[in-house]
DNA sequence: TATAATCCGTTGTTTTTCCAACATACTTTT
DNA sequence: AAAAGTATGTTGGAAAAACAACGGATTATA
């Protein structure tokens, strides 16, 4: 267990929090270690989610089949980042599933409890909902920006609206982009193809530089 | 003060909170009035936001402009809804602006009080967080099925992925919509008359009956 | 009840996207 | 350095969406 907080003593949701305290909130929160082979369900669709989940170690994605069945990667998520939050606050059954990827590790912790601190109100509790708050806010204004830029109706306007975001954010008219083609059209909405055409016509038309990750905006 | 209070005691963010706990309450979030005219702004943006808002009273919208300046509506804020909360919490700049579109008046609240509860740890913070963490992971929840929607090719597929999600959550196959057209559209980032057609061609393949709100989903 | 305003469906044209197939450049492996 | 694999750009035809314009139905208003 002591192996497994020095993993994710720096994550998101345990910043600020001292690794002192760090085992006290385990028993406080419920903690408990589960561990999946590669290619083993997490979390499954319709499942009623009490704990949320704290990956430690390995590889997972969040997965969701349509109404036709077509599967869908939602996200990937990386060691010490937490999943399945949002389910476990709204009481509101999933309706996504989780895979491991490889072999993995997750600490998964009791919602519950982590939102009603306990009698002697210890002084951790604090920050862990500052932190939790923090994450699941942050995770709405992306989801917002994505869907600002997937509401346009052009790829042309799609990408413009994703690279003036990510101008503003890296506050410079040059930026880094993390995604590859295939990852920027996936998270735009659109074909990979039409996509890598419509920017070869914004380098055209003067409006856009890029070359790999690398991208400027040209003012006009 | 208890005027307003009285407005808003039903609130989601006051649920299950004892309405003479409430006063109290006003005074440890540091709550503050506030009154607006028709047209007034609420919040602008670029502007540090320390406290998130609770509207007692009028209408509220929230724009936003893209880098042409076209003004698009995120959302209505309606009576005893809270708003700009996400911002609050991460503390980043909000790229949206708050409008009054009536007379309104507004309960802002400091929301680093509301996450560090005070030394007694009184009674209503644990609620007020478990409050807002419903209210913040319903909000992710909800993005997330819209970009689910959002993310198809094709309107007609945009347009069954809405009713299916639907369909489940009303359990049942024939759904009613909270949107007219024009709103359904908005909502699936669509053309208006484009998806009327689609929804006709829908009716004559015999995969859907719909007569204005209603809407029944034929098994294949 | 007449009138205006709004909502919704239809149609035809233009624009854009999708899709498949292929070419080129870059990376990794052997 | 050759070979294989991967990522990106290009093109042309088919499909879909946007757009504009209009007509009928419903609702709100005078």
């Known amino acids: 267990m002591i192996n497994e907080l020095e993993k994710i003593k ?49 590889k997972l994605q969040i997965v969701q089949y349509d109404y036709l069945g077509n599967k869908s990667i939602l996200s990937i998520i990386e060691p010490k980042q ?56 942050n995770k709405n204004v992306n989801l917002t920006e994505k869907i600002e830029c997937m509401a346009k109706r052009t790829t042309k306007e799609k990408l413009l609206t994703f690279l003036s975001l990510e101008s503003i954010k890296q506050n410079s008219k040059e930026i880094y982009i993390q995604y590859d083609r295939q990852g920027l059209a996936d998270y735009l909405g659109v074909e990979r193809s039409a996509m890598s055409a419509e920017l070869s016509k914004l380098k055209n038309e003067g409006i856009l530089e890029y070359n790999k990750n690398w991208f400027k905006l040209l003012q006009k």
């Open 10 to 58: 720096d994550s998101v949701l345990l910043q600020d929090i001292k690794v002192e305290e760090l085992s006290s909130m385990l028993g406080c929160l419920r903690g408990v270690i589960k561990h999946y082979k590669k290619g083993e369900e997490v979390l499954s669709e319709g499942a009623e989610i009490k704990k949320f989940g704290l990956l430690t170690e390995g």
């Open 82 to 137: 937490i999943f399945a939050e949002a389910y476990a606050y709204v009481n509101k059954l999933p309706s996504m599933n989780v895979e491991a990827l490889v072999d993995s590790t997750v600490l998964f912790l009791d919602s519950d409890k982590l939102s009603s601190p306990c009698q002697n109100c210890c002084s951790f509790h604090k920050q862990l909902v500052k932190n939790l708050l923090f994450i699941i806010s």
